[in-house]
């Protein structure tokens, strides 16, 4: 389970760009669970910027995954990481 969350994460931040402006993390384009939102009318792409679920889920999934690695012993925690 912690390969999985571990892999998620690494997507989540993938997405994530900072922000210097606003000084924080921001996920832009995309959609949501509610599909009927994809999209600002004058956006030159398509999805949202800062979609409340997806950012709730990308937090969740980013504190488990560190909780989960911390479970590990510390070798199988390294060679997870080192696989990853």
Do not use: C, Q
């Not at 760009?17 to 030159?44: C, L, M, N, Q, T």
């Not at 409340?52 to 590990?72: K, Q």
């Amino acid at each position: 389970g912690a390969e999985l969350l571990a892999e998620i994460a690494r997507f989540f931040v993938s997405l994530a760009s900072y922000d210097d402006e606003r000084a924080r993390y921001r996920i832009k384009g995309v959609i949501g669970p509610d599909e009927f939102h994809s999209g600002y009318p004058e956006a030159p792409y398509d999805g949202i910027d800062d979609n409340a679920y997806t950012n709730i889920m990308a937090v969740w999934v980013i504190t488990h995954a560190i909780d989960a690695l911390n479970l590990l012993p510390l070798p199988n925690r390294l060679d997870l990481m080192e696989t990853l």
